[in-house]
């Protein structure tokens, strides 16, 4: 997994900061946005194998944004996995049924959060209703 490109979406510089410290520490290679229209711009330029989104951004929120990524054929393949301090009761599963692929909170644990991104990077994207299907076809 060296070399393989995140992008961290997150506006509080001391968040963004240590994620991407970490991440690079891991040999990933970063790349940064504080808000949607520097992902907007960043993704014209290069295309992550995965994307930490902050759920709360200024001007139009990570979940506003996740559900904008979602409808670009060309990102159906990058997990995009909330990096939050969102901890109410379904704040998760909202995060998922908006197209997040994990979620992560904040503070994140960092004894723990580079083996987190490397399982989420080989569980790739979520595929909503994949295990039925698959059930399905066996019973055929």
């Given at each position: 997994?060296?070399g393989?490109?995140i ?55 990570g ?78």
């Amino acid at each position: 997994m060296d070399g393989t490109r995140i992008l961290v979406v997150e506006d509080n510089p001391y968040n963004l900061e240590l994620v991407q410290f970490l991440l690079e520490e891991a040999n990933f290679t970063v790349d940064t946005a504080v808000d949607a229209q520097e992902v907007r711009e960043g993704l014209q330029v290069e295309r992550p194998q995965m994307i930490l989104m902050d759920m709360q951004l200024p001007g139009t929120d990570g979940l506003t944004l996740v559900e904008e990524l979602r409808r670009r054929k060309e990102l159906d393949t990058v997990p995009i996995v909330a990096l939050t301090a969102h901890a109410l009761r379904g704040d998760r599963e909202r995060f998922l049924e908006c197209g997040c692929d994990g979620y992560l909170p904040k503070p994140i644990d960092v004894s723990t959060f580079i083996g987190a991104i490397r399982d989420l990077l080989k569980a790739g994207r979520r595929v909503h209703g994949a295990e039925d299907e698959e059930g399905r076809e066996g019973e055929q």
